[in-house]
Nanobody, 125 residues
């Protein structure tokens, strides 16, 4: 299994920026793709963005396009989510996840095998 540990969450005012990180370890071969998900109280878990580990190809949910950027540093085994122009509705627990099996890669949470513990992001108005 792959271990994932998120960090960098915190509180920020609306319009501000925050970068969360996910340290990836425990794999014998590179993950196929990595994703960021979030869950707010009373709402279902939502896919935010995903990236192919090897190629760097990215995909974003409509709600964050133009504001969030997913990236990875292969040498540091770290996944990032840069969040700009934050809104109160971005408030959620943010999770990183890994998909280890090849094939298509979306932001559907059931496709992912391993999950981090989450890091809280709170955006105030």
């Amino acid at each position: 299994q792959v271990q994932l540990v998120e960090s960098g969450g915190g509180s920020v005012q609306a319009g501000g920026s925050l970068r969360v990180s996910c340290a990836v370890s425990g794999y014998t071969s590179s993950p196929y793709c990595l994703g960021w998900f979030r869950q707010a109280p009373g709402k279902e878990r939502e896919g935010v963005a995903r990236i192919f580990w090897s190629s760097g190809n990215t995909y974003y949910a409509d709600s964050v396009k133009g504001r969030f950027t997913i990236s990875r540093d292969n040498a540091k085994n770290t996944l990032y989510l840069q969040m700009n122009s934050l809104k109160p509705e971005d408030t959620a627990m943010y999770y990183c996840a890994a998909k280890t099996r090849g094939g298509g890669c979306s932001i559907s949470d059931y496709e992912y095998n391993d999950w981090g513990q989450g890091t809280q992001v709170t955006v105030s108005s």
